[in-house]
């Protein structure tokens, strides 16, 4: 009996240390995928980053370019209002 519980004993040991292998395994790929996960994070981050940078500055222009246009608008109109009014004179004066 004693030598069956030995064997049996052992056994049991040799399944923990292969178990024990394999957490150890899986733990390093585990480590490896973390790694992989946080570089692909930081260069996310470092994406939006740039992506909000440009954003900014896409926003700035566009106020640049509305405020332009409103400009631009403003002097065609008084344009136009001057032109009506050249045109009122000469109906007038025929």
């Known amino acids: ?3 069956e519980f030995l064997t049996e004993l052992e056994n049991k040991v040799e399944t923990l240390l292969l178990s024990l292998e394999e957490a150890k395994d ?47 608008r403003e002097k065609i109109n008084a344009a136009s209002e001057r032109i009506q009014g050249i045109l009122a004179k000469l109906e007038a004066a025929r």
């Open 26 to 72: 899986e733990n390093i790929i585990l480590k490896q995928t973390k790694e992989q996960s946080n570089e692909q994070l930081k260069d996310l981050s470092a994406r939006i980053e740039e992506l909000e940078s440009e954003n900014k500055n896409l926003k700035d222009q566009l106020n640049s370019l509305k405020t332009d246009s409103d400009g631009q």
């Open 1 to 3: 009996m004693p030598v």
